[in-house]
């Protein structure tokens, strides 16, 4: 599978996102702990930018009228209604069966390239 470079991985900083075409495709790359993750900029709800959405945690499963807020940095919501995916997989938090696409993220020689599938 081809391996398309699109910028010096210290053009992201800790905790930082960069919007990258590739082939026609708007793809977030965020960087979280060290380690770059990307995602399709689009929400499959009704097509939003997905990646101008805030960076956030979610609520964990807790005890009744407890609130463990966790994962902070890892999520991404949709700017316009709201839904949740996670940034490294690209899976939602409400659903098993709604994702947006997630690219795997190669670094090598100080650049990241992002691997287009067919």
Do not use: Q
Not at 38 to 53: D, E, K, Q, S, T
Not at 74 to 88: Q, T
């Amino acid at each position: 599978m081809p391996v398309h470079y699109v910028m010096n991985a210290s053009d992201i900083p800790e905790g930082g996102r960069v919007i990258a075409n590739v082939e026609g495709r708007e793809i977030g790359i965020y960087r979280i702990d060290g380690h770059y993750y990307a995602i399709h900029n689009y929400c499959p709800h009704l097509g939003a930018p997905l990646c101008a959405g805030a960076v956030c945690g979610t609520n964990l499963p807790s005890d009744v009228y407890a609130y463990e807020y966790g994962r902070k940095g890892e999520i991404v919501r949709c700017p316009w209604h709201g839904w949740e995916f996670d940034i490294k997989t690209g899976k939602s938090l409400f659903s098993d069966k709604v994702r947006t696409r997630s690219y795997k993220v190669e670094v090598a020689d100080g650049k990241l390239g992002i691997v287009i599938g067919s």
